[in-house]
């Protein structure tokens, strides 16, 4: 009996790396094609206290994220700093409270999830850092180093005052030679769990460099790209087995197709990303989503085959990382419908599952080989009144600086998940 239960633990784990040949994810000599899900927080939930909220909390939302066919989870490597940045309160505990210290314990939690994600034969895309004040990023390292006042703690800046301060950073030499020890820290770490070294599990699918890097600045493109070649060559010394990417949005994040396509041509670049954020990019207007699903629609349709294009010609595969939509009427209640945010996913996926909902060929169609929605909210429920995350709350897909329920995907969205596995059906009888 206890032979046959190893046996079983084994067949159920991956076999070997995920790799990249024609344009295409390989795993085990086959395609990899995948629905996954941002479960950015999956690290965390391993360090609360109370079971309840935490390991059995991540068991629970695995098995129900397997039973659904999502297993590929992007997740977050660690937070960077304590308390308040931009006035927004970051999430934790961090994995760097002060620049060049590490706090060990916190990894656990990321040994935790990569554990059970491994019993379930799940795979794991892990960033690095992130452009964005939730986690500390970019901004937190300029302040640790001065080229930012304190005052960006706790006050909000205006658009053009933070694209000013983010572009900063790539030339900040010892920023990066911040993100560079935690990269380094993270990626060189041996499992306290399975006891294995990261660099030896195939979980793990890829490490990015950071959630939605962007240059923010036209002048400071050039620098931008720099430092990104830096970062991947980085993470390709530390570690020969993985993908790497780079967590990007695409265009829109860089402003120009052409730079998009130069950062990606990186031989150190496995495989490109786009983010789709139609509430974020004013492809519609507040309240009004009803009349004007057809409009957000269309655009994300003509900017995944704008960016697919780009694949094509460097010949890498391409993953829709990031793709959501609010709840109908903009609703933050779980109990509230979502036939406007379903109508978007079908759309969305369909470039992974449907062909004949994908459309005719395009190019860069057949290099499309994922699609992760934003973002699985899990068993957690929003606090009534309270519409954004405080300290203690139970994190779900919406980082705090978001309102609590906007575009988390809650394990009660039957009509939302009915859509997923049917999607993930049809990956599986390709």
């Known amino acids: 009996m206890a032979v046959l239960a190893a046996a079983c633990v084994a067949a159920a784990q991956p076999r070997g790396f995920v790799a990249v040949r024609g344009g295409q994810l390989i795993a085990n000599g086959r395609p990899y094609r995948f629905v996954g899900t941002n479960y950015w927080y999956g690290g965390l939930l391993g360090l609360e206290t109370d079971k309840r909220r935490g390991i059995e909390r991540l068991r629970h939302e ?9 297993t590929n989870l992007r997740l977050m490597a660690g937070a960077e700093g304590l308390g308040l940045l931009n006035g927004v309160t970051r999430v934790g505990p961090p994995l760097q409270p002060e620049q060049g210290k590490f706090d060990r314990e916190v990894l656990v939690g990321l040994d935790i999830v ?24 970019w901004q937190q390292y300029l302040i640790w ?62 490490w990015e460099i950071a959630n939605e890097p962007r240059p923010m ?50 031989k150190n670049v496995d495989y490109l990303t786009i983010h789709i954020w139609p509430k974020n ?11 004007l699903i057809d409009y957000p629609v269309d655009e994300s349709v003509k900017y995944i085959k704008k960016n697919a294009a780009v694949a094509a010609k460097l010949k890498k595969p391409l993953v829709i ?8 009427g903009q609703s933050y209640d779980p109990a509230s419908t979502t036939s406007l945010r379903n109508t978007y996913y079908v759309r969305v996926l369909s470039f992974i599952v449907n062909d004949r909902f994908a459309g005719a060929d395009f190019p860069g169609k057949k290099n499309i080989v994922g699609a992760n929605f934003w973002a699985f909210g899990g068993t957690a429920k929003p606090i009534k009144g309270q519409p954004f995350w405080k300290p203690g709350d139970q994190y779900m897909g919406d980082p705090p600086m978001e309102e609590q329920g906007l ?13 997923i596995r049917s999607m993930t059906k049809g990956i599986n009888a390709r």
Not at 62 to 70: I, N, P, Y
Not at 145 to 152: E, G, P, V
Not at 219 to 233: C, F, G, I
Not at 281 to 291: I, L, T, V
Request: hydrophobic content about 35%; proline content about 3%.
């Open 407 to 419: 575009n988390s995907v809650f394990d009660s969205d039957e009509s939302t998940w009915k859509l």
């Open 217 to 266: 600045r036209p002048a400071a493109n050039d620098a931008y790209k720099s430092w990104l070649a830096q970062a991947t060559a980085l993470v390709r010394s530390l570690d020969k087995k993985h993908l790497i990417t780079l967590g990007h949005e695409g265009s829109i994040g860089t402003e120009s197709i052409e730079l998009y396509e130069q950062v990606h041509a990186d």
């Open 114 to 137: 990569l554990a059970e994600m491994r019993k379930r034969n799940m795979r794991a895309v892990i960033f690095l850092s992130n452009n964005w004040e939730w986690s500390g990023g």
């Open 145 to 206: 180093n001065s080229r930012l006042a304190d005052k960006w703690l706790s006050s909000k800046p205006t658009w053009d005052e933070l694209r000013d301060n983010v572009s900063k950073f790539y030339t900040c030499t010892p920023c990066a030679d911040g993100y560079a020890a935690q990269a380094r820290f993270v990626i060189t770490r041996t499992n306290t769990v399975t006891k294995k070294r990261y660099t030896d599990d195939p979980t793990i699918m890829a």
């Open 281 to 291: 990019w004013g492809w519609f207007e507040n309240r009004r989503m009803p009349e």
């Open 62 to 70: 695995l098995d129900f994220l397997k039973a659904q066919g999502v």
């Open 321 to 328: 990382e990031e793709f959501g939509l609010p709840r109908d």
